[in-house]
Every structure is written in C-alpha cells, then in structure tokens.
C-alpha cells in the first residue's frame, strides 16, 4: 500500500476531500489560504484552520507559509499524498467547479445506472506545465513558453502570453491567452506546450480586454438538405428546435469548435456527407468573421 493510500485509509471521507483540494489548489493555483478552503466547504476559519493545520502534519514538507499572500505555497519538496495531481484527473475538476474527485460511494451506482466516455487518447502535457499555466491565469503574470505549433516559424524560440481561461473542446485543452508577439487574444493548445515557466511580471491584459471571450452570438443551424424529411424532423425533435430553428448561443471565441463538435457542414454549397454531417449555418455570414478556421469553401 502507498503512503497516500495508508493517509487515506485513517480519514473520513469528508476531510479527505478537504485535503485533496488543499493539495490540488495549492499545486495548480501556486497558493492555498484560510479563506479558500473556508469558502469552498463553508467551513468557519477555525475549521479551516484545523484542516491546514491537518495537512501540515500529515504532509510536513509540502506547503510553506507566505506572509505576502497570507496563505501557503508549493515547497520544494512537494509531492502528491492526497490527489491525484495528473491534468487527466484535474481539469475535469476545474471544468466542472469541483472541489475534489471521488466519494464514499465512488465504487458504487448511487443512482442505479453506469455511465461511460469515449476512451479518446489523453492530449495533455506534463502536470507542472499544466500547474504554471494555471497560476499565471489566477495569479494575473504574465507566462513564458516554447510552444510546438502547425507552423514551422514559431517552434524554435519563446514567446510571451498573457493566460486568462481554460477551453475543454472534448477532444482535447486549450488555454486563451493575450500574445505579445501578435498582439491579440488566440488559443494555445495545451500539449503543444513543451515548457512553462511563469513570469514574476504582472499581466497588461485580462479576460475583460478579450471581446471575442466577453462577446456570445446566436449561431443559427438547420437540419442538412441532404437528408430526406423524416431525418431533418428528427433533428430538430432531437435538439429542441424552437419553430424549425436551432439555435446555440456561445463565445464568440468558442464558434469554430462548437462547429466541430456539432458535426457541421460549413461549406457554402453544403457538399459534405449529409449522413455525417448533419447540420449547416443559417447565419454564416455573421458568424464567419469570428470563426473563418473552421469554415470549408
């Protein structure tokens, strides 16, 4: 039996929980204070205090005391005791607003009916990659990185981003940052990154400068002309057509995934598959201008 499983196995559940996030937070997010753990459990801060106090004697050499953020930080010493820290396991937990993974019943169906994922290959970096993104985008500085994109150009030097949010498309991460060398907000592929480092430098930008983030529009689809009726009515049974139209409201940032996820002929003529692809743009020409990438002539 590991070390983490033996911790573990003298817990309840409960504060088990509460030591993962600590963890968690603390790994990812570069720090982890009273008023975090108090406000996540809606715990007193005496309680809160018990629970870090908790996770220092049980862990010794992983958190150290920061007075200039009043919280603790990651030592160098630190290792996983309490959660699995892998990206695999983490960004569900951030997308879904999760405080920590598993529970009493875990290996049990509490609501009678098994569900499963599509086994699609994992396409993440390494968790310390993971872990310096994450805490430019909470802490606001500023990121370093050397980042391996489809374009030869970019592959031999560093660049500067600026990281505010995290896109889970379902096939794989991205994180939406301000890049200094082109001026303007775009997404970054998160395996792509081959090394992180965060920068001691405040970031100029924030999500609120992101107009494309801020800005959602109403993307306008109809069932494919290629299909024969009785298909075309089961569409807009199956997505809740509201008087023949379906309609999907999203970041203007998000358009071009949410027409590959969807399955959507984006050519003008409508010449792919109608059997594969199952829908078309009503509205193209709004929504184009945000999303040209994802659209076939």
């Known amino acids: 039996m590991t070390t983490r499983h033996k911790l573990a196995a003298d817990l309840k559940w ?3 929980q509460r030591l993962q996030y600590i963890e968690i937070m603390a790994f990812y997010t570069g720090v982890v204070t009273r008023s975090d753990v108090a406000k996540t459990f809606g715990l007193s801060d005496a309680a809160a205090t018990k629970d870090l106090k908790l996770y220092g004697e049980m862990a010794p050499d992983n958190l150290l005391y920061k007075h200039a953020v009043f919280g603790f930080v990651p030592g160098p010493a630190f290792v996983e005791i309490f959660a699995n820290l892998s990206p695999a396991a983490v960004l569900p937990l951030i997308t879904a607003n999760l405080a920590a993974a598993g529970g009493p019943n875990e290996q049990n169906l509490i609501y009678g009916i098994g569900v499963d994922t599509l086994p699609l290959p ?3 970096p390494d968790k310390s990659i993971v872990a310096q993104v994450v805490r430019a985008a909470r802490q606001g ?9 489809m374009s030869d150009k970019d592959n031999d ?7 505010h949010s995290l896109i889970d498309t379902g096939l794989r991460w991205h994180v939406r940052a301000y890049s200094e060398d082109h001026f303007d907000f ?8 081959v090394e992180a480092r965060m920068l001691p430098d405040e970031a100029e930008s924030s999500l609120d400068y992101d107009d494309d983030w801020v800005e959602s529009i109403t993307l306008k689809l109809a069932p494919h ?18 008087e023949g139209a379906i309609e999907v409201t ?5 358009l071009g995934y949410t027409l590959q996820k969807m399955s959507v002929d984006t050519t003008s003529d409508h010449s792919l598959n109608a059997d594969a692809f199952n829908l078309i743009i009503v509205n193209r020409d709004e ?3 945000y999303a040209g990438w994802a659209f076939l002539r």
């Open 157 to 163: 030097r560093s660049q500067v981003i600026e990281p």
């Open 250 to 254: 999203v970041r203007r940032a998000l």
């Open 14 to 16: 409960n504060v088990l």
């Open 186 to 193: 775009r997404d970054y592929v998160l395996s792509r990154i």
């Open 141 to 149: 500085k500023k990121l370093e990185i050397h980042y391996r994109s």
């Open 122 to 124: 994992i396409r993440l």
């Open 287 to 289: 929504i184009e201008t």
């Open 225 to 242: 002309p290629g299909l024969h009726e009785r298909k075309r009515q089961s569409l807009l049974i199956d997505y809740g057509a509201v």
